[in-house]
C-alpha cells in the first residue's frame, strides 16, 4: 500500500477503536447476519453508543461535533478490512441524514438528530421507484398539503438499501402535478399509518444489508416532517450529490485494496506446476497493475476528502472520482477472482463475496453512464 499523509493522531485513535469495535461485536457475527440477510438492529444501537453514527452531528444535538469527512473514511477503510458489506458507514451517515441537518427545521433538527447519533433511529433515503431510477421527472410518488398545514403521502419507492430496519426515511415525492421537476423532500416514520414494507428484495451482493420496497397510501405528514422548502427538493438533491459520490468511492475502494491483499495472500501459498501462482510472471504483473491503480485512486479519493471539508468539491470532480473507483474495482475484483482460479467461484472465498458485492458500485449514486454526462456537461459549461 501507498504511504500517506491524509491522517492525523485524532483519526488513527478513532480508527483503533472502530477496528476494535467492529472485532468484538461485528466480526464474530458475519455468519449469522449473513443467515439472517441483515445485520443485527442492535450492532447500530451499539455503534450509536460508542458515538460511531453520524459523528458530525452538532452537540448541541446530541453529536461529536466531527464534520472532518476523513472520521467517515476511516470507518468506510475500517469495513472494507472486516470484510462485512452490510454496515455500509458511507450510507447511514452521509447519504441521508445530512438532508435533515442542511434542511430540517430547528424543530425537526432537536427531535430527530439526537436519536439518530445514539443509534435510536437510523435513517434511509428513498429515491428510486419502480419506474423511475435516475430519472426525476418520472417519478410517481406525490405529496399533496391540506388546508391544515399536513401532507398527505402517497406512492412507492423500490431497491431501498436498509428498507426493513431503518425507522426514519427521506423520501423524494412531487409537489406539483404540473411541474415535473418540482419535489419535496419529507420524512417518513416507521409505523405512521399507512407507511409499509413491501417485500424483501434478493439481491446479487450486500447480502447482509435488507434492500425492500416501500409503499405509502395516505400517509399524513406534519410540518416537522417537512424538509425545507417543499418546492426545493430537486435541487436540494442536487446538492447532496458530491457527497453521495464521495461516500460511495470512499467506500469502493477499500474493498479493492482488500481484494489485492486476499489474492497476494492465496497466490503465494497456491502452487500449479511446481512453483507458486505468485512466480508467474504473469501474476507480478497483474498485481502491479492493480495496486499502481488502486494507489492512484487512493491519492484522488484523499484529495476529494479533503476539497470537500474546505467546501469545494464540485458534482462534477466527485462524478469522475466515484467514476473511476468503481470502474477501477469492478476490474480488479475480476482479476483477483481469476487469479484464484476455481477457488475463486465458491462462495467459502472473500473474494467471491467482493465480487458480488462490488457489481452495485458502477450502478450506486448514479450509473457510470450517468457519471459520464455529468463530467461532459461541466467539460462543455466551460
Known sequence: MMIRNHYDEEHEAF????????????????????????????LYRKMGEQGFLCSWVPEEYGGLGLTDFRYDQVMMEEVGRSLESGIWTGALNRNSPPYIGKYGSEETKRHFLPKLASGEMICAIAMTEPDAGSDIAGFKT????????????????????????????????????N??????LFLVERGMPGFSNGRKLEKLGFHTQDTAELIFEDVVLQPIHVLGDPAKGFDYMRGGLAEERLTTAAQSLPWSQKAIELTL?????????????????NTKFKLAEMQTEVNACQAFLD?????????????ATAASLKLKTSEVQGRIVDECLQLHGSAGYMQEYPICQLYQDARIFRIFAGTSEVMKIVIAKDLMGR
Open 265 to 281: 495472500d492465496f497466490v503465494t501459498q497456491r502452487k500449479a506446476f511446481g512453483q507458486t501462482v505468485a512466480d508467474f510472471q
Open 179 to 184: 411541474n415535473k421537476r418540482q419535489l419535496g
Open 142 to 177: 406525490r405529496a399533496e398539503q391540506r388546508p391544515d398545514g399536513t401532507w398527505v403521502l402517497n406512492g412507492s419507492k423500490t431497491y431501498i438499501s436498509y428498507g426493513l430496519i431503518a425507522e426514519l426515511f427521506v423520501v423524494a415525492a412531487k409537489t406539483d402535478v
Open 303 to 315: 484529495h476529494c476528502a479533503r476539497l470537500f471539508n474546505a467546501g469545494q468539491l464540485d458534482q
Open 15 to 42: 480508527r483503533d477503536a472502530f477496528r476494535t469495535f467492529l472485532e468484538r461485536e461485528a466480526i464474530p457475527n458475519r455468519a449469522q447476519y449473513r443467515a439472517d440477510g441483515m445485520v443485527s438492529r442492535d
